[in-house]
């Protein structure tokens, strides 16, 4: 059971334009969200998060956007650039949720072409 | 340095041999976590930990041990290791559920 789902394995987008991953959850306990970002070789590290109090987080370049009644948070990366070019993954952990574990989409690869 | 380290970076191991991987944190952050990365599934969490000497499995805990002694270290063994658990395995930690959780370099693992 998918709990977090990311539907597109990979995306293509040109350098400056607008990237958008998006992210599907199915559990409603899912209070706090978190996009992580994963280059060959190397740990994921985190990029942005958002509370379920919120339906929107911006840091620089990187908006999320989380839309509850749908069950969608979406990545969006204004401009992109080459340097973008790497997996992201969406996570979601819950308050009341055993441990405080973050359960993680399957990723999407993003290519920033030049 | 502070941060969380895995150890090692890479490892083969002949099928059948047991394994540990390390892992350090030095935040003293409460909660820590194993996840193996593969294709085509993402990140699944193995086993987790909320406190020295309370742990819980995760989603894929089949043919894994975990101890957790000290709040620093978390190790993970591989009792009877099996192709199937050829992998990366990553680490993590995290001070809270609303906060970041920060990864280890990770651990690749090859059982031939």
């Known amino acids: 059971d998918q709990q977090v789902k990311q539907n597109s394995p990979s995306l293509s987008v040109q350098e400056g334009r607008i990237s958008i991953l998006n992210c599907d959850y199915t559990?409603?306990?899912?209070?706090?969200f978190l996009w992580y970002k994963k280059y060959p070789a190397e740990g994921p590290t985190f990029l942005i998060s958002?509370?379920?109090?919120?339906d929107k987080n911006e840091d620089g370049r990187f908006t999320v956007f989380l839309n509850k009644s749908a069950k969608h948070l979406s990545l969006h990366i204004v401009p992109s650039q080459p340097g973008d070019s790497a997996v992201y993954f969406c996570?979601?952990?819950?308050?009341?949720?055993?441990?405080?574990?973050?359960?993680f989409g399957t990723g999407t690869q993003l290519k920033v072409e030049l | 340095d502070a941060g969380i380290t895995q150890s090692p970076r890479y490892k083969i191991t002949e099928t059948g041999r047991q394994v540990t991987l390390m892992c350090h944190q030095t935040?003293?952050?409460?909660?820590m976590f194993w996840y193996r990365q593969d294709l085509g599934h993402g990140l699944r969490l193995i086993y987790y930990?909320?406190?020295?000497?309370?742990?819980d499995k995760g989603e894929v805990p089949d043919g894994y041990v975990v101890s957790r002694s000290k709040t620093e270290n978390f190790p993970l063994t591989l009792e009877s290791a099996t192709r199937s658990q050829t992998s990366v395995y990553f680490c993590?930690?995290?001070?809270?559920?609303?906060?970041?959780?920060?990864f280890g370099q990770g651990t690749r693992l090859t059982v031939v």
């Open positions: 996570a979601a952990s819950s308050r009341t949720g055993g441990g405080n574990k973050l359960t």
């Open positions: 935040w003293s952050h409460s909660y």
């Open positions: 993590a930690s995290r001070d809270s559920w609303d906060t970041e959780a920060f």
């Open positions: 930990s909320a406190a020295a000497d309370i742990t």
């Open positions: 559990n409603s306990m899912f209070d706090y």
């Open positions: 958002i509370s379920s109090i919120k």
